[in-house]
């Protein structure tokens, strides 16, 4: 298998934290990557791009998490255009938010969140499960959030979503670690990018030890790890990057 190209496929690939983990996993680990987006084709090409400028390949593959047919053409697109090749890490990050409190949140709001969140993690795990147990070696590391652990208000939708992968995760866990398949989330704080541009942001600062946003690229080195060998013995865990915010 020495021979075998090696991929990573990270969804919602195109900015933010995963744009910075497709980068990071081809600088460090000469991955390949499978970019996948959702609608910004002009920011996925851009990614793409950088990735070329680093020596590896990307794959352009759009397809929409929650369509669990649209996941499998997207996957089997990729490996009809090449053959043999294997994915090595999945790292499940396309996500979205509508916050509102509860008591205002429409039903669309709550259903949309937890179908791409929850119910993408799904799609796209299971599609490559087969695989990655056959081949008995891989790291599947799924982006969850401080919301996840704690609970923020106005994000019942967003905080129920990533509970719930983080439940899978662990199970997940269980199930694979006997034929050396590291399952693990990570859980950012408040990071700069898209997701967190309209908040507070000199309001939320000051309840971060540190005293400021993380950045995709901090996110995207504990990813790295999660993917290294020396994280082989490490599964079923949930890794923090907050600043020092209590979970």
Do not use: C
């Not at 999945?90 to 791409?116: H, Q």
């Not at 995760?169 to 006997?178: D, H, I, P, V």
């Not at 020396?230 to 979970?247: Q, R």
């Amino acid at each position: 298998m020495s021979n075998t190209e090696k991929w990573a496929l990270i969804t919602g690939a195109s900015r933010g934290i995963g744009r910075a983990v497709a980068l990071e996993l081809a600088r460090a680990h000469g991955l390949h990557i499978v970019v996948n987006y959702a609608s910004n084709e002009a920011a996925a090409r851009a990614t793409a791009d950088e990735l070329a400028a680093l020596g590896v390949k990307a794959h352009l593959a759009p397809f929409d998490v929650r369509d669990p047919q649209a996941v499998a053409a997207g996957i089997e697109g990729w490996r009809a255009a090449h053959p043999g090749a294997r994915i090595e890490v999945l790292v499940n990050n396309a996500g979205v938010t509508r916050d509102n409190l509860m008591v205002f949140m429409k039903p669309e709001d709550w259903s949309t969140v937890i179908d791409i969140h929850l119910n993408g993690f799904f799609n796209v795990t299971s599609a490559l499960l087969q695989g990655i147990v056959r081949q008995r070696s891989g790291r599947i590391i799924n982006i969850v959030s401080l919301s996840g652990a704690k609970g923020v208000a106005g994000q019942a939708n967003y905080s129920a979503a990533k509970a719930g992968v983080i439940g899978a995760t662990r199970s997940l866990a269980q199930e694979l670690a006997k034929r050396s398949i590291t399952v693990n989330a990570v859980a950012p704080g408040f990071i700069e990018s898209d997701m967190t541009k309209e908040l507070p942001v000199d309001q939320l600062k000051a309840l971060v030890p540190m005293g400021r946003f993380g950045t995709p690229e901090e996110v995207a080195g504990v990813v790295s790890f999660l993917a290294s060998p020396a994280a082989a013995y490490i599964t079923g865990e949930v890794i923090h990057v907050n600043g020092g915010l209590h979970s």
